[in-house]
């Protein structure tokens, strides 16, 4: 039987941080992961990067709400990147709008940043200009802006809808994410000598029928992985059915060392 002196001891545990963590990395906890549509257990893209006590939501997909709670609330978020209007990529910002109007009202609004087109779409979904409750920082292309503690360059991908990547750095660190996006001269610029290349990978076979500037193959997303010459490569956005352990031994296969498949709930330092 535990005494009360080991549940002390736990619980102090669970609340107080080990200070060794409190080190000046980066740390991104995947929060949904699913490519276009929820998979089993998966949410749709969202991704918390956390950095010197900043907490930075990426992207909002349908069902990640849920699983954001997991590390901390929408109350607490400092600001959120949108990469663009699709419902996979922001269906609950919605909830995170809703849940900081009316459930925890933060002292300070939360700091939006996203393209013009996504911003509307957002406009539309919640019947608001967001003011009340946001600071809107509009991104354009090939700018460098701030985003608390991190410096933050976007590009646009070459997908249906206006789309950005993203690339961010702090103390030296680096992380890109290709949003969705097929294949384009955007994304070498993002992801060159990334320390963490977060890039989509959709589909796993080539197939002649796939739309063009849509989404990326597993072969795709290694390729710009090689010749960025990155850290790591984290698979994400691998679309249901398709197995992300099939799509991690092509990776290996194809000549990727460090890679890795983003699931939901798991952190990678960076
Ligand atoms: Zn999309």
């Known amino acids: 039987m535990l005494s009360i002196v080991s549940l002390v001891f736990r619980a102090k545990e669970y609340f107080e941080p080990d200070e060794r963590d409190e080190v000046s990395q980066m740390r991104l906890a995947v929060i949904g992961s699913a490519g276009s549509y929820p998979a089993p257990a998966s949410a749709c893209s969202s991704y918390l990067l956390q950095h010197d006590g900043y907490q930075l939501l990426i992207d909002a997909g349908n069902g990640s709400m849920s699983n954001l709670y997991n590390f901390t609330t929408p109350g607490h978020l400092d600001g959120v990147f949108l990469s663009h209007p699709h419902v996979d990529h922001i269906a609950d910002f919605v909830g995170i ?14 700091d939006l940043y996203a393209g013009v087109e996504t ?10 200009d967001l003011g009340d409750t946001v600071n809107i ?4 292309p090939s700018k460098i802006f701030k985003i608390g503690p991190f410096e933050a360059t976007s590009e646009l991908m070459a997908h249906p809808v206006q789309t950005y990547g993203l690339r961010l750095t702090a103390k030296g660190k680096s992380i890109a994410y290709s ?9 070498e610029v ?22 063009k500037d849509l989404h990326m193959t597993v072969t795709q997303a290694v390729g710009f992985a090689l010749r960025g010459e990155v850290g790591k490569l984290l698979l994400t956005h691998i679309a249901y059915p398709n197995s992300p352990f099939v799509a991690l031994a092509k990776a290996r296969e194809l000549g990727a060392r460090n890679v890795e498949l983003a699931f939901d709930l798991e952190e990678h330092s960076i």
Not at 119 to 128: I, N, P, W, Y
């Open 97 to 110: 709008y809703h849940y900081r109007q009316f459930a925890c009202v933060p002292e300070r609004k939360l």
């Open 119 to 128: 911003v509307d779409a957002l406009g539309r979904l919640l019947g608001s």
């Open 137 to 140: 920082n509009i991104v354009e």
């Open 179 to 187: 949003a969705d996006t097929g294949p384009c001269e955007s994304l």
């Open 190 to 211: 993002l992801s060159h000598k990334a320390d963490l290349f977060l890039c989509e990978s959709t589909w796993i076979e080539e197939s002649e029928t796939y739309p």
